[in-house]
């Protein structure tokens, strides 16, 4: 057992602002941090969005940095959120210690990974989360945190496989998780597609379909990974409960380079 310093957390920022929007029927507007970045991700804190996912599987974050960009994000209301490298619990259960109110867990192919996401995130008797939120124990009053942790996290098995979606049903009925996460890339991937964000074939939409009526049936989220703001209305206006707009990698370098290339166009070719 660890003994943790436990203050009141700031008024205005939200902890689970996220489960507040969807009580509301409307949709979440997720960002997604790669960078390594405390001023990354203050910056973008402040953009609007409802949430801020740290990205240590395919990002460039560790757990260092994803606390630094916790704390530089700490006084704006956003849910702060973690894609965890893999479905494994010593991990799961540190970057909840270090503030997560959400995991979004890649490659969960079977109704019993599923489960085991559930129990490495909850604290007995729901699962096998150890004790000691070092940083998390500032989301309320000393000891609260404890008693509201395994209401408020936010869990979303990544569908992103064949596999996974053969047993689409299967894993949405596990207790515990609050929807699904869709990688586009590697669902495609896995039917044997170009990776990519934005789908438009029949067939992945037809899975798009049945995943967002599967979770309707369960008052379950849906969430997916899009390129931008055309795809993610796109997805919303199909029924996902929670849009990720690229991440600030790409929104950077999609308008450097509109920027350096309208300078080019418009300078009479003395660029």
Not at 78 to 100: Q, S
Request: aromatic residues 6%; hydrophobic residues 35%.
């Amino acid at each position: 057992m660890v003994t943790t310093v436990q203050t009141t957390k700031k008024e205005g920022n939200v902890a689970n602002k996220v489960k507040e929007i969807w009580k509301s029927g409307k949709a979440v507007v997720n960002a997604w941090l790669a960078i390594p970045s405390g001023f990354s991700a203050e910056m973008i804190a402040q953009c609007g969005f409802d949430s801020v996912t740290v990205d240590m599987q395919h990002g460039v974050q560790d757990y260092l940095s994803m606390v630094q960009c916790f704390q530089a994000m700490d006084k704006h209301p956003v849910t702060p959120m973690v894609r965890v490298p893999w479905n494994e619990p010593g991990i799961i259960g540190k970057v909840l210690d270090g503030g997560a109110y959400g995991v979004i867990c890649p490659m969960v192919n079977t109704p019993q990974e599923a489960r085991n996401l559930v129990s490495y995130s909850k604290y007995p008797p729901q699962g096998v989360r150890s004790n000691g939120p070092i940083r998390a124990g500032m989301y309320g009053t000393a000891g609260s945190y404890q008693k509201t942790a395994n209401a408020d996290t936010i869990l979303l098995p990544m569908m992103e496989t064949k596999t996974a979606v053969e047993n689409m049903e299967a894993i949405l009925d596990v207790e515990g998780i609050d929807g699904v996460y869709i990688g586009p890339s590697d669902l495609g991937f896995s039917y044997g597609l170009e990776p990519k964000l934005d789908r438009t074939e029949p067939e992945i939409l037809a899975i798009y379909d049945k995943i967002i009526k599967e979770c309707g049936k369960r008052g379950l989220n849906p969430g997916i990974h899009c390129s931008g703001a055309e795809g993610a209305a796109r997805a919303i206006n199909m029924g996902f409960k929670l849009v990720t707009l690229s991440n600030e990698v790409g929104m950077m370098t999609t308008y450097a380079k509109m920027q350096v290339n309208a300078t080019r166009k418009d300078s009479g070719g003395k660029a």
